[in-house]
């Protein structure tokens, strides 16, 4: 019998309940999943590799302990993610869409995955309460809110308090979000 495994790859930057929602329901469809937390060059990470990588294991750790499912594992990765499906015998992606905008963004990757990786590509909606929520809109409302505690429906309590960790350091992307939006 097949072992399913596939890669959840992603930024996460910060991990989001969307996120783990999406996690959640690949437990139930695959035998194994890797939630792969990359490197976006063309971004500057509010949060570390390292810093993504343990915020991301805590959460799956307590996801696993509150129910049943595929085992969990998050791996850093850097280049280019059918690589490192590749090098981790992954015979899928997975990929949670949002919206409609996400969907087209998300049916070219998924093409191009399995034209030149012959990688296929597993979709799960976003719930409806996590529609319009985004790693970019958390970061913005943590560099322009001073109540932390209205992103309680978009990211668990431990990511809250990180987010004001690094809000007290005067991060230079949250200064930078903060800037860019007149204050």
Same mark, same amino acid.
């Given at each position: 019998?097949?072992?399913?495994?596939?890669?959840?790859?992603?930024?996460?930057?910060? +991990?989001?309940?969307?996120?783990?929602? +999406?996690?959640?329901?690949?437990?139930?469809?695959?035998?194994?999943?890797?939630?792969?937390?990359?490197?976006?060059?063309?971004?500057?990470?509010?949060?570390?590799?390292?810093?993504?990588?343990?915020?991301?294991?805590?959460?799956?750790?307590?996801?696993?302990?509150?129910?049943?499912?595929?085992?969990?594992? +998050?791996?850093? =990765?850097?280049?280019?993610?059918?690589?490192?499906?590749?090098?981790?015998?992954?015979?899928?992606?997975?990929?949670?869409?949002?919206?409609?905008?996400?969907?087209?963004?998300?049916?070219?990757?998924?093409?191009?995955?399995?034209?030149?990786?012959?990688?296929?590509?597993?979709?799960?909606?976003?719930?409806?309460? =996590?529609?319009?929520?985004?790693?970019?809109?958390?970061?913005?409302?943590?560099?322009?809110?001073?109540?932390?505690?209205?992103?309680?429906?978009? +990211?668990?309590?431990?990511?809250?308090?990180?987010?004001?960790?690094?809000?007290?350091?005067?991060?230079?992307?949250?200064?930078?979000?903060?800037?860019?939006?007149?204050?």
């Amino acid at each position: 019998m097949p072992h399913h495994l596939a890669i959840y790859p992603g930024s996460f930057d910060p +991990v989001s309940l969307g996120h783990l929602d +999406v996690i959640a329901r690949g437990r139930r469809l695959f035998d194994e999943l890797i939630v792969g937390v990359g490197r976006n060059p063309g971004k500057q990470a509010l949060f570390t590799i390292d810093e993504r990588v343990q915020l991301a294991n805590h959460l799956v750790r307590e996801l696993e302990a509150r129910e049943p499912g595929a085992p969990v594992s +998050v791996r850093a =990765f850097s280049g280019l993610t059918v690589d490192f499906a590749r090098s981790v015998g992954a015979s899928a992606l997975l990929r949670g869409f949002r919206n409609l905008s996400d969907l087209q963004y998300e049916v070219q990757q998924a093409v191009t995955n399995r034209e030149v990786a012959g990688l296929e590509t597993a979709f799960v909606v976003a719930g409806q309460s =996590f529609a319009y929520t985004s790693s970019s809109l958390i970061r913005q409302i943590t560099a322009m809110s001073d109540d932390l505690d209205a992103l309680r429906s978009m +990211v668990p309590p431990s990511v809250i308090e990180a987010l004001r960790a690094k809000k007290a350091q005067k991060h230079p992307v949250l200064e930078a979000l903060r800037g860019n939006n007149g204050g």
